[in-house]
């Protein structure tokens, strides 16, 4: 029996996948959600069902980010949008034998 490791395209995969199923949960909520006063459609636990959902998604997320060696907080910016972050460089002490 050969164990499989999931190579970083196998990830990206799931990435894909988790990214979808995050989109379709937040239509699924945003569509059933009723104005304020009414009674929400969903089941009590339903809803939390729902927040599982989201919550296992977001740990799988973390975890193959952590294994690819990516930033999971990545978020896009503007080529105009200032950088948050700033260079430093380091020159590297020479040893006194």
């Not at 937040?26 to 009414?38: A, H, L, Q, Y």
């Given at each position: 029996m050969s164990s499989h490791f999931p190579t970083e395209e196998d990830n990206l995969r799931e990435l894909?996948?988790?990214?979808?199923?995050?989109?379709v949960l937040?239509?699924?909520?945003?569509?059933?959600?009723?104005?304020?006063?009414?009674q929400h459609p969903l089941r009590n636990n339903t809803i939390e069902d729902i927040k599982q959902c989201f919550a296992l998604i977001t740990a799988r997320e973390k975890e193959i980010h952590t294994q690819n060696g990516t930033d999971a907080g990545l978020r896009p910016r503007y080529k105009d949008q200032p950088a948050t972050s700033q260079v430093v460089p380091f020159t590297r002490p020479e040893k006194d034998d």
């Open positions: 894909k996948i988790l990214e979808v199923m995050r989109k937040s239509s699924i909520v945003r569509d059933t959600t009723p104005p304020p006063g009414m």
